[in-house]
């Protein structure tokens, strides 16, 4: 695994997750699971085992790189690269691959989300692993999660023939997310996993995908690469210049498609009990499921509330009588009260208080 580099990509705010996590404090930084660790760190310690923190890039924005590097200072401060905008998932990643490129020709790199729970390790890193020796045969490869119920929040892989590397199947095609009754068919024929977002290749693949579906993106992130390892300041002035009119696109149309249609991609199917914490919802359910996995008071209460879910941030004891199946989240300056089953319509609330100017909340 020696030329193993993973990314992790620290962008957005987790409006889903809003009122914990916020513009200045999104959800990588806070902890969400069982464990004492944020997201962020978690992710971190689950790459160890693959790859030291010398190896390992995060790809964040400015206002967040500071707690980044207090959480995690076994990343070298090199490794941080701060977007001076958002630009989607494409310009990111390609920079990533390309400033590693530079470091390592022989590079392979991972994508793996800084705000995903992933309570079986040994299964993602097994996972990786296969990848890993799938992505030498020049192939982009996804980690697929088999799916458990009919999801219509995330994407799906259609999953072809067997490649005879472990577990690796090919990849027929990426579907988007699905109304509930395609989603009910996707679960029941088999032949589809839920899309984790996840992917490894070889730099030199990935980059070559870019040069030939992405000029433009091409040509601005190898300006900072080139750079980046012996005039760091001077790269990172360049970044400043060429991210200002950077197109914004995510990987997947950037590229990802392109590949697939080639036959390029594969995919690895994992059972790793892998959440992307995406809604109160998605809490609650493993919460309720598998033991608390927020930081709640001990004298939170619900009683004759079956299904709901609550939680405080200041310690204040929260308390839900006779009310089935909603989420209440505590702040120091927001209560959300929210059906579960309207928990994706949470980021509507957001742009809401935006609307209001209320940007304190946001």
């Not at 990643?93 to 390309?98: G, M, Y």
């Not at 890193?125 to 045969?137: K, L, M, N, P």
């Not at 458990?148 to 090919?170: C, F, Q, S």
């Not at 001990?298 to 089935?324: E, H, I, M």
Request: proline share 6%.
């Amino acid at each position: 695994m020696s030329r193993f580099y993973p990314v992790i990509p620290a962008g957005g705010s987790g409006t889903r997750l809003w009122p914990l996590s916020r513009q200045s404090s999104p959800k990588f930084l806070h902890r969400l699971g069982a464990d004492e660790r944020s997201l962020m760190q978690l992710t971190l310690a689950r790459l160890g085992p693959l790859s030291p923190p010398e190896q390992t890039y995060v790809v964040c924005g400015p206002a967040h790189k500071m707690a980044i590097a207090e959480q995690i200072p076994s990343v070298p401060p090199r490794n941080l690269v701060v977007e001076p905008a958002g630009r989607n998932s494409g310009p990111a990643i390609a920079l990533a691959a390309a400033i590693i490129h530079a470091r390592d020709p022989e590079a392979v790199m991972g994508s793996f989300a800084a705000d995903h729970l992933i309570s079986v390790g040994d299964a993602f890193r097994a996972a990786v692993r296969t990848g890993i020796e799938v992505a030498a045969t020049g192939r982009l490869v996804t980690i697929g999660v088999p799916p458990r119920y009919a999801e219509t929040g995330y994407g799906y892989i259609e999953i072809g023939d067997e490649l005879g590397i472990g577990a690796a199947l090919a990849v027929r095609s990426f579907k988007e997310k699905p109304d509930l009754v395609t989603a009910q068919e996707y679960v029941e024929d088999g032949r589809h996993l839920w899309n984790a977002g996840m992917f490894v290749g070889r730099t030199a693949d990935l980059l070559e995908d870019v040069r030939h579906h992405a000029p433009q993106i091409y040509e601005r992130v190898q300006r900072v690469a080139e750079s980046w390892h012996t005039d760091n300041a001077a790269a990172r002035e360049i970044l400043t210049e060429v991210w200002q009119d950077m197109p914004s696109i995510s990987i997947d149309h950037a590229i990802v498609e392109q590949v697939a249609a080639q036959g390029r991609v594969a995919t690895v199917p994992a059972r790793m009990g892998w959440s992307d914490m995406g809604d109160w919802d998605t809490v609650a359910e493993l919460g309720l499921a598998e033991g608390s996995r927020l930081a709640q008071p001990r004298d939170t209460l619900l009683l004759d509330s079956p299904g709901s879910f609550a939680t405080s941030g200041t310690g204040r004891a929260v308390t839900v009588v006779g009310v089935p199946d909603v989420v209440v989240v505590e702040t120091d300056t927001c209560i959300l009260v929210v059906k579960r089953s309207e928990a994706q319509r949470v980021k509507d609330a957001v742009e809401a208080w935006k609307e209001r100017g209320r940007d304190d909340l946001l």
